[in-house]
């Protein structure tokens, strides 16, 4: 079997969003820096509520998935749908913005620990004007397992005999939260040509093996190259890091802010919508 080899490292960047939520950003940082279908991937960790009090107040989408995951700490979901959904300390927000939703995550906390990420996933053309879906998963759905030298959260895809806690979508993304042990090592499969990379934000690791390999820092993301597995070995303190996979679309990609699609003239009907206050309406109707 190959093994995949670290193909780019990409280091986070210090960046705001929303209202002024401070976070660091490596995935989506540029156009250039995405791996299809994984568009951005950023990381929010403060102490400090000035970094994260103002939160992200209501805002469209259109064109792609976003996944938020929550390490520490109290974010509030509300949509143009209704939906409401308390996300926690270990819990998961998957949103299907497709046509277009309009959605707020507001921070329920004044002090304390605010620690998470937020992943957006490319649909294909196909999909990205059917009618948007939210899913609220607890903490308690989501499959965890230990293995030698290590523990794994399994938020989707699989994971020797363990279904994930999100299965069904078209790209059959793979999202992992692996925690390592001092020096030991994860072998994991990932189906060849599916798209990989992994997220390191805490300890060391050194990816892949043989005079190849090679090791990341906290706040960085290694994308793989091709490959029937990836090999992991974490450094003399541990390692806690995302692992994401998924199947590539190998479809343009058109983004303008809070819309990805195909082409310019598609951005453009997303602008127009919303400025006219039918954007929601027309994903409602998944024209």
Do not use: C
Not at 235 to 247: I, Q
Not at 253 to 269: A, D, H, L, S
């Amino acid at each position: 079997m190959k093994t995949r080899e670290i193909a780019r490292v990409v280091r986070a960047m210090a960046t705001s969003d929303g209202a002024g939520v401070r976070l660091r950003r490596s995935l989506g940082q540029s156009d250039a820096a995405r791996l299809d279908p994984f568009l951005m991937l950023d990381e929010f960790a403060s102490d400090d509520p000035d970094d994260y009090i103002a939160g992200f107040p209501p805002h469209p989408h259109r064109g792609f998935e976003t996944v938020t995951y929550m390490l520490a700490g109290h974010m509030l979901h509300e949509d143009h749908l209704g939906n409401r959904g308390d996300l926690r300390s270990g819990g998961v927000q998957w949103m299907t913005a497709a046509g277009g939703i309009i959605h707020s995550e507001m921070p329920q906390q004044e002090s304390g620990r605010m620690h998470g990420f937020q992943l957006w996933i490319n649909l294909p053309a196909r999909e990205k004007m059917k009618p948007p879906s939210y899913r609220d998963i607890s903490p308690e759905d989501i499959p965890e397992a230990s293995f030698d030298g290590g523990r794994v959260k399994i938020i989707a895809g699989a994971w020797r005999g363990f279904t994930g806690a999100v299965h069904g979508i078209s790209t059959e993304p793979l999202f992992l939260d692996l925690a390592l042990d001092a020096g030991a090592t994860l072998r994991h499969e990932i189906p060849p040509g599916h798209n990989a990379f992994l997220y390191l934000w805490d300890g060391e690791a050194t990816v892949g093996e043989g005079e190849t390999a090679r090791t990341l820092a906290a706040g960085s993301a290694g994308l793989l190259g091709d490959g029937d597995l990836v090999q992991v070995v974490a450094g003399d303190e541990g390692g806690r890091f995302l692992l994401l996979a998924a199947k590539p679309l190998g479809e343009p990609v058109v983004q303008y802010g809070p819309f990805v699609m195909n082409t310019r003239k598609e951005i453009g009907q997303a602008l127009e919508d919303y400025r006219a206050g039918t954007l929601a309406k027309e994903a409602e109707k998944g024209v």
